[in-house]
Antibody, heavy 120, light 108 residues
């Protein structure tokens, strides 16, 4: 069965960097793009960007350019989100989500989420 | 950028029907997807392409989309349906996925 298993919660200080992982199993990793979604405490879902798992090319939503980097390790079926120069407002749950098949525009499987807390 | 507008909350009695709206400019020309998110859990896809239910989603969940409003309808509401619901589209003009602001469904 399809699973997206994300790494554990992180507690970081302002200015630090963090790299979050999302390990996929149960399907061919390079056949589906991977997306990342942020949810700040008590807030809604915000799409951050996606990465083409065939080519490794990322694309970022407005507001997530510069400090946010998406990457892959296709040999391990894992997607990564690195956030640098962390700010308090980066405190949120970060989800990876698989985009559905072919030209679909929905997210059919989600990771369990990673809580990132930025605090001094 | 494309904006999706949802009511912040709706309340419904068990066994009744509730409708959650998602407003957007000419949203009827787009494919709309809906997610259910319970507290502390990841979102779950409950309807895609306006009205299609993924495997395992009860028939009580249905969707429609026309004009400037898409709607998720939950029939015969149960206590387990209490959750936040989000609509989502792909905005081709910006190459962005967009989520609505979310609607909290409270079962009385």
């Amino acid at each position: 069965q399809v699973q997206l298993v994300q790494s554990g919660s992180e507690l970081e200080k302002p200015g630090a960097s963090v790299k979050l992982s999302c390990k996929a199993s149960g399907y061919t990793f390079t056949s589906y793009s991977m997306n990342w979604v942020r949810q700040a405490p008590g807030q809604g879902l915000e799409w951050m960007g996606w990465i083409n798992t065939k080519t490794g090319n990322p694309a970022y939503a407005q507001g997530f350019m510069g400090r946010f980097v998406l990457s892959l390790d296709t040999s391990d079926s894992t997607a990564y989100l690195q956030i640098s120069s962390l700010k308090a407002e980066d405190t949120a749950v970060y989800y990876c989500a698989r985009r559905g098949p072919d030209t679909s525009s929905w997210f059919d499987y989600w990771g369990q989420g990673i809580l990132v807390t930025v605090s001094s | 950028s494309y904006v999706l507008t949802q009511p912040p909350s709706v309340s419904v009695a068990p066994g009744q029907t509730t409708m959650i709206t998602c407003g957007g400019n000419n949203i009827g020309s787009k494919s709309v997807h809906w997610y259910q998110q319970k507290p502390g859990q990841a979102p779950v896809l409950v309807v895609y392409d306006d009205w299609v239910r993924p495997s395992g989603i009860p028939e009580r969940f249905s969707g429609s989309n026309s004009g400037n409003t898409a709607t998720l309808t939950i029939s015969r509401v149960e206590g387990g349906d209490e959750a936040d619901y989000y609509c989502q589209v792909w905005d081709s003009s910006s190459d962005h996925f967009v989520f609505g602001s979310g609607t909290k469904v409270t079962v009385l």
